[in-house]
């Protein structure tokens, strides 16, 4: 467990977040129940911002909220003066919904329609990043006939990919995101970019993954960036002033990840910006407005879910199953890709781990299950289990899968907590059902 000042066992062996032990939250609200650290969402937005400003001067933080998006949210980071990613108009609704400036958002996705990019420029949103050739046109038709000019993002490849603790150059792109430099797909992007009247090409965005903990990864895409960048500036005459270079900072799930404090992810900042400044000078380009789009380590570990522990099945000599009363409905990621966690009994925090479980979820498919062989102390049907570092990518992935309720979300701090989304009910399951 990574521990810190609003996350802690108690001398009598509960868990406590945000002031608040799990137990009165679960007794409040339910179980399931997604459980929000504001403290420690508030603290590291302002890590994040206060490093680019200090090391770099020329800046903003994006959230990109796929990791969690609700109205609070926005709401929060909106606080801290961070801007934010959005992929979809659902998102980009329930930003504006909450107040959100249109101007401070910016749209991903590989295959935005038409009506999408409409919706998008009529909000006045402040970049759309570009990710197939055939949208320029759409959206240099749709700037024309609404008579707006947009401004816009070229999401490109720098053939560097990034996965928790190594990275591999890629010469060979494959992916279904932006356009390759290596392979001259990028260069094809810019010609059109250049010459579409409605539309100002501002800059060049990259993503090059997930869960990153090493940051080599990162400085070469700075090198590989900025390299493109002089070129399309100088070579294509684009008069680019922005620099995005995604997210992907990596999160404790379990031991097997490094267990940083907040303070920790300045050190990722002030590495990016002082190889950005250096390329800057050394490659004499002028000194780009830099964006990063931090998801998973603005929200990841901020959040827990509680459940309460059901069934109880022991195969004999092969495996103890322990049934929950959530699933791959709240958190799939198990499911989708084996995604590790740190498992608790809430309640029993001093007690030694002496027998191996496997965390099952109740929907209707084998591999619905949280975790496999934890060690906790002896559970019994009834008490209460906490997974940490739920935060991102868990209820943004939720669904009503086995027609089950979406769990709702709880934001803590100081002591207080408070609801932010809605448990469902019987009326939401059915709303739309003719
Ligand atoms: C998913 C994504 C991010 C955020 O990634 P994290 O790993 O959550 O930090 C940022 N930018 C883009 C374009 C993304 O697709």
Redesign the pocket.
Known sequence: MNTRETLSVTDSGNLQIGGVNVKELASLYGTPLYVFDKAYIKNICAIFSDSIKRFYGNGKIFY?S??FSCKEIYRIIKEKDLGA?VVSVGEIFTALSSGFAAEDLCF?GNNKSASDLEYAVKQGIGYIVIDALSEIDDLNGICKQLNRRQKVLLRVNPGVEAHTHHYIQTAKPDSKFGFSIENGDADIAVKKLVNADNIDFCGLHC?IG??IFEKTSFLIAVDKMTDYYKKVCEVFGAKLSVLDL????GIYYTDADPKFKYVDYADYIKAICEKLNDCVKSKSINKPYLIL?????IVGEAGITLYTVGRIKQISGIKNYLAIDGGMFENPRFALYQAQYTVLAAEKGLDKPTKSYTIAGKCCESGDLIAENVKLPEVNEGDLLAVLSTG?YNYSMASNYNRNFIPPVVMVENGKSYICVKKQDFNDIVRNDI
């Open positions: 990109a796929k990791a990613d991903h993503h997930s869960q995604g997210g992907g900072f789009e931090p998801g998973r380590s991102a």
